[in-house]
């Protein structure tokens, strides 16, 4: 039950678009169409963004969205904002019928 | 609304037990699978463990098999975690959240319950 491995960091200007990478095995990522995605603000709980890869939340802004390629998952943020400054987590259903998380990802707003 | 409260953390000595509570509202908490999420202080989440809507099936992250049990009593809309054995590392702050299926923790989580493992 290896941690899915993101970047530490990312980084882009309001307005831009960026990507959130999140790579696993055959086990996690590649054989389950269930990964998800939660945005976390410091001292909160988790939200969440993205299930089943590509599907958003009720209330969950369009500025978001999922893909998926082979072992690595993506998270996209379109257009931006400075409230869009948090820690972002991937998750997996696993073949063990275990979930396992992402090391995250901190996104700074420039 | 929906609510989860979690509560039963502390500070508690190393190799000793703890019992977390999670208070559900709000919603048909027996229709729902539930997770238990831990973070330690400046790290990031680790699933701890899931139990199905009506208990009969439970899976544990490898961290904590063997020392930690989930449980849950629908008639109380109340979900546990028992931890035994506990060690520093299983200090964090610990999260129930409810699964949407497929395992996946949903939109509802609770505010969290901060166990320090110390002497």
């Known amino acids: 039950q290896s941690a899915l491995t993101q970047p530490a960091s990312v980084s882009g200007s309001p307005g831009q678009s960026i990507a959130i990478s999140c790579t696993g095995t055959?086990?996690?990522?590649?054989?389950?169409?269930?990964v998800s995605w939660y945005q976390q603000h410091p001292g909160k709980a988790p939200k969440f963004m993205i299930y089943?890869?590509?599907n958003r939340p009720s209330g969950v802004s369009d500025r978001f969205s999922g893909s998926k390629s082979g072992n690595t998952a993506s998270l996209t943020i379109s257009g931006l904002r400075p409230e869009d400054e948090a820690d972002y987590y991937c998750?997996?259903?696993?073949?063990?019928?275990?979930?396992?998380f992402g090391t995250g990802t901190k996104v700074t707003v420039l | 609304q929906v609510q989860l409260v979690e509560s039963g953390g502390g500070v508690v000595q190393p190799g000793r037990s703890l019992r977390l509570s999670c208070a559900a509202s709000g919603f048909s908490f027996g229709a729902y699978g539930m997770h238990w999420v831990r973070q330690a202080p400046g790290k990031g989440l680790e699933w701890v463990a899931v139990i199905s809507d009506d208990g009969s099936k439970k899976y544990y992250a490898d961290s904590v098999k063997g020392r930690f049990t989930i449980s849950r009593d629908n008639s109380k809309d109340t979900l546990y975690l028992q931890a035994i054995s506990l060690r520093a590392e299983d200090t964090a702050v610990y999260y129930c959240?409810?699964?949407?299926?497929?395992?996946?923790?949903?939109?509802?989580w609770g505010q969290g319950t901060l166990v320090i493992v110390s002497s």
């Open positions: 998750s997996s259903y696993t073949s063990s019928s275990t979930l396992v």
């Open positions: 055959s086990s996690d990522v590649g054989g389950s169409s269930h």
């Open positions: 089943d890869v590509t």
């Open positions: 959240a409810r699964d949407r299926g497929w395992l996946t923790p949903e939109t509802y």
